[in-house]
């Protein structure tokens, strides 16, 4: 299969003349147990400066690139409606964390404190729970009106609790705004990433609003698990 890349649309094609319904085959398969899994929105670290935003759709059997795609202009426009306060402690070599958890909950049966506001490895400078702000957002993507999920690695989460302090002013929740994404460069020493701004963009519409709601009612499942694309930047799994 290596060498392979499947053509989805004669295979398509060979289904419905075989008799077939494609659409409703898939839906047989979201039905059937494979989980449902909500595309993420990732940055590009780049060296040179040129970082970019892209949704991360997954692996596939369909080889090349098309897992990824790129956002025009490094910049996007959703609705924020839910945002955790994750966590991981990685061991060295270790594939999964041994222990994580959600807005202060441990999500592991044998976790290393009662509490994430109580452990030892979550203080700042001295710990090594790798702390992030997993956001969920609603994004308008081919027509349709998505649901995608974003982890915010540290360097970010300040300008995230900036917007949100001045949402609070202003007498705002998160969800009742569209906020604007983009990136910032950022150059220390001889390291080079990208960093998340904010900003409101407008305001959605009720339709928006009430699809929200229900999105946040309908995953409220799967957003209880931490996976390992949770933390996938560079460095974010090692146990140093």
């Given amino acids: 299969m290596d060498d392979k890349m499947l053509k989805t649309g004669q295979i398509q094609k060979a289904l419905v003349e075989a008799g077939f319904n494609p659409e409703e085959e898939l ?17 590009d670290h780049k060296d040179s400066g040129k970082h970019r935003l892209y949704i991360d759709h997954g692996e596939n059997y369909l080889g090349g690139d098309t897992q990824e795609e790129t956002l025009p202009a490094s910049t996007f426009q959703a609705v924020v409606f839910a945002e955790q306060n994750i966590r991981a402690l990685w061991a060295e070599g270790e594939a999964l964390p041994i222990c994580s958890g959600i807005d202060g909950k441990p ?3 044998d976790p290393v404190s009662g ?3 109580n452990c030892e490895q979550a203080i700042i400078g001295q710990g090594k729970c790798k702390p992030k702000i997993r956001l969920w957002l609603l994004l308008k993507k081919d027509g349709q009106i998505r649901p995608f999920v974003m982890s915010l690695s540290p360097t970010s989460i300040k300008h995230w609790n900036q917007h949100k302090r001045k949402l609070k002013r202003s007498k705002l929740p998160v969800v009742a705004v569209t906020t604007a994404f983009s990136l910032q460069d950022v150059k220390k020493n001889s390291y080079r990433w990208a960093e998340v701004l904010f900003d409101v963009a407008g305001t959605p519409s009720v339709e928006i609003l009430q699809t929200a709601k229900h999105a946040r009612d309908e995953l409220d499942r799967v957003m209880q698990d931490i996976t390992v694309r949770d933390f ?6 090692s146990g140093s």
């Fill in 232 to 237: 996938e930047d560079p460095g974010e799994q």
């Fill in 27 to 43: 839906l047989n398969l979201e039905s059937s147990g494979s989980g449902f899994e909500v595309a993420r929105i990732r940055i």
């Fill in 115 to 117: 509490s994430c506001l």
């Fill in 107 to 109: 999500m592991v049966n």
